[in-house]
């Protein structure tokens, strides 16, 4: 029987890396805890200062902790520092799964990374099937690849997905000490929602999880880049920092708007 993901239990995540980021990682997380009060939060913000790999001060129900990246770079300013950031997602979504997927006391994990420059206007409504192996996420039909500004994990521990999120994990990982050449289409790199991609496609006739391609305009809400004004009927709107954060050129950008901008009303 498919429920709704908001009556289930869940773990919410996200991190900011760079203290640009801090201000958006914090309205993403009023949203969520004003339409998901019942979800465990962890997010994470870094670099933590005088550390020798990428270190992120954690903070989750459990309390605060210090997690560590297994390779080590350090921000230059360039271009690379967007890439190599990115990579640390799949990362971060494997430490959250395996350390605190499981908090409904069950063998299902249940977790939701949603980008820090995400706002929610009302609860996430994706249906789920509570025991099954999923992976949902809004889907780019064009360029056909998963968009990783929210996505959601779902299955046993222990099970496929875990091992799907490791490789996934380990591939970003590996990318983050040796970068893959840019491709034709992305010419900034390849970065960790086209590895997820890969991914999930070596596995998508293997039968052993559900993919579930989620409507782009209403969970995948991209703005009016001349207006600034958000996408309508959008259920999540991304507002992209990658466009001020990306390129070195860009970053005097007066990109995104302001917080109190981006509120509307919502049929949600």
Do not use: C, W
């Given at each position: 029987m498919n429920?709704?993901?908001?009556?289930?239990?869940?773990?919410?995540?996200?991190?900011?890396?760079?203290?640009?980021?801090?201000?958006?990682l914090d309205g993403m997380i009023a949203r969520v805890?004003?339409?998901h009060p019942q979800w465990w939060l962890v997010t994470g913000k870094g670099p933590v200062p005088d550390c020798e790999c990428p270190t992120l001060r954690v903070e989750s129900p459990a309390g605060e902790f210090h997690w560590s990246l297994p390779v080590s770079f350090h921000l230059d300013g360039t271009e690379n520092d967007w890439l190599r950031i990115v990579w640390m997602k799949a990362w971060w979504v494997a430490q959250v799964w395996h350390q605190f997927g499981n908090v409904a006391g069950v063998h299902t994990n249940r977790v939701v990374w949603m980008d820090a420059d995400a706002r929610l206007n009302g609860p996430l409504d994706i249906l789920l099937e509570p025991e099954k192996e999923i992976v949902a996420g809004p889907w780019a039909t064009l360029d056909d690849h998963i968009l990783t500004g929210l996505v959601v994990f779902q299955g046993a521990?222990?099970?496929?997905?875990?091992?799907?999120i490791d490789r996934w994990a380990a591939k970003c990982l590996n990318y983050i000490t040796d970068p893959p050449p840019p491709s034709p289409l992305w010419q900034w790199g390849e970065g960790d929602q086209e590895v997820l991609t890969t991914v999930l496609k070596a596995?998508?006739?293997?039968?052993?999880?559900?993919l579930c391609k989620l409507d782009y305009d209403k969970y995948f809400g991209e703005p009016d880049y001349k207006t600034g004004k958000s996408k309508a009927g959008a259920l999540v709107d991304q507002w992209m920092m990658n466009e001020k954060m990306r390129y070195p050129r860009d970053r005097d950008r007066n990109w995104p708007p302001p917080e109190q901008a981006r509120h509307k009303s919502s049929s949600f």
């Open positions: 429920i709704k993901i908001d009556q289930l239990p869940a773990v919410l995540t996200s991190f900011a890396y760079r203290e640009e980021y801090f201000p958006e805890r004003k339409h521990k222990g099970g496929f997905l875990e091992s799907l596995e998508s006739n293997s039968g052993a999880f559900t």
